[in-house]
């Protein structure tokens, strides 16, 4: 599979179809790192009818998209503080089904602190097993309430918007995507031009323009650049975005049309208004 395409559902079917031992599939809900968005209902649909857990990394997925683990049969949902939450890291959610339940029973694996049937009974008296961050909960609090003023389903769809925006800006600007295919709601990754070495334009539009994006990883390192729209953004973070990438670009000698991204942002996220 290539960086930035969604993970095949043929192929999770056909490898528990080959293994019917297979304990559990794992899965990113919103890969970060490749800008991709898993189908993960679909997978969900497989895992449902086998006595594999489906496990979801959903980091930048839970406050970015609906993710109705118990309608769609996901057995276990992960998140933490520091993405969608908008909060400082420190803090880890985890969410189970009954099937997982069920199989924490069997599970004996060595562990002490990390003790989630622990955890539970605790949970029902309302403490936890061990201090928790206590200053981030209360932090948590704020947030979620912050959430819901807006609305879960105002949240998501501001993010949907700003995603869409962000992708239009790249596309007007003639750049390609990195996830055209299915790309994540969290984070919009593009190829920077050749000539241009996305490295340095990163550094130079944090340290001169005051706009900061993240590069790539591994093989991708340099090639492309990627535009957060995740938690605490707005409508014209996005017209920020695509004219510090104009800019850099420009200053790169890369030609592109000033204002061509920046005119595709404003059309959608217009919408909002
Ligand atoms: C951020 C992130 C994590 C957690 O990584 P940290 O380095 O602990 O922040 C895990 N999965 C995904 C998909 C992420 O985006």
Known sequence: MEWGQAVAVDAVAEALKNNPDIAG???????????????????????????????????????????????????????????????????????????????????????????????????????????????????????????????????????????????????????????PDSPANSVTGLFVPESVDGGKLVKNLRENYGVTFAGGQDHLKGKIIRIAHLGYFDSFDMVVALAAIEMGLLKFGYDVQMGAGVAAVEKIVNERY
Request: neutral net charge; proline residues 5%; hydrophobic residues 45%.
């Open 25 to 179: 599939v794992f899965v990113q809900g919103s890969e970060t790192s490749t800008t991709v968005a898993h189908p993960i209902q679909q997978i969900s649909e497989l895992t449902k009818k086998t006595d594999a857990l489906l496990v979801v990394d959903g980091i930048t997925a839970v406050g970015v998209y609906p993710m109705p683990m118990d309608d769609w049969g996901i057995d276990i949902m992960i998140t933490g503080s520091q993405k969608a939450l908008m909060l400082p890291p420190g803090l880890a959610f985890i969410a189970l089904s009954e099937k997982a339940w069920k199989r924490s029973e069997t599970n004996d694996i060595p562990h002490f602190y990390f003790d989630l049937k622990k955890e539970r009974k605790n949970l029902k008296d309302s403490t936890s097993a061990y201090t928790p961050a206590a200053s981030l909960i209360i932090g948590l609090r704020v947030v979620l309430k912050m959430m819901l003023e807006e609305g879960l389903d105002n949240v998501y769809k501001r993010h949907d918007i700003l995603a869409r925006a962000a992708r239009a800006g790249v596309q007007a600007l003639g750049l390609k995507l990195l996830a």
